[in-house]
Nanobody, 124 residues
């Protein structure tokens, strides 16, 4: 089993930045893909970004391209999401995800492990 714990959420003004972190523990060996989804109130959970083990393969949702950057530190079993130029529509609970499969896409069903989520609120 794998446990994922997110941190770094909070309240920020539009145009500001936040960095989310997600630490994995448990059976992390060969945990190839890690990433992020988000869910805004009243909306479906949606894909944000994911990264492979080496960091050579990343994928972003169109609505975050150029603003968010995903990275990982395998020595710490941690994935990060640097979020810049935040907009009120980025307000959501952000969930860390992980799986052993590669390559993974944008479907929730592809990811076996989920964190509890961290709230990001962007004020206008």
């Amino acid at each position: 089993q794998v446990q994922l714990v997110e941190s770094g959420g909070g309240l920020v003004q539009a145009g500001g930045s936040l960095r989310l972190s997600c630490a994995a523990s448990g059976r992390t060996f060969s945990l190839d893909t890690m990433g992020w989804f988000r869910q805004a109130p009243g909306k479906d959970r949606e894909f944000v970004s994911r990264i492979n083990w080496s960091g050579s393969n990343t994928l972003y949702a169109d609505f975050v391209k150029g603003r968010f950057t995903i990275s990982r530190d395998n020595a710490k079993n941690t994935v990060y999401l640097q979020m810049n130029s935040l907009k009120p529509e980025d307000t959501a609970v952000y969930y860390c995800v992980a799986d052993y499969g590669v390559p993974l896409g944008v479907s929730k069903s592809e990811y076996s492990y989920w964190g509890q989520g961290t709230q990001v609120t962007v004020s206008s």
